[in-house]
């Protein structure tokens, strides 16, 4: 099964404007944003992230309600964690 997880947008990357830090219940790690290129996210923004890809722009509201559901059904969140920590997407 494979999810999408919300994450907030923690910095973009000064030097990589398709990049941004994203932090997932946790789990900081650089994504790439150039699919969401015109959305104008920034610090506090919420994103939905997919292997290392933000899929889509969300509120606050719909991140908190997913994470809580995605933490209920146990298992394929915690797949999905571990395969974000294996997506990290190196800098430069």
């Not at 946790?26 to 150039?34: E, K, L, S």
């Not at 969300?58 to 969140?77: M, N």
């Amino acid at each position: 099964m494979c999810l999408g997880i919300p994450g907030e947008v923690v910095e973009i990357l000064p030097d990589r404007p398709d990049l941004a830090k994203v932090d997932v219940s946790g789990v900081r790690r650089a994504i790439n944003i150039g699919l969401l290129e015109g959305e104008g996210l920034a610090p506090g923004d919420w994103v939905l992230i997919h292997v290392g890809f933000a899929m889509s722009k969300i509120d606050e509201v719909e991140a908190k309600a997913a994470l809580d559901f995605l933490e209920s059904i146990g298992q394929a969140y915690d797949d999905e964690i571990a395969a974000l920590r294996e997506s990290m997407i190196e800098k430069g």
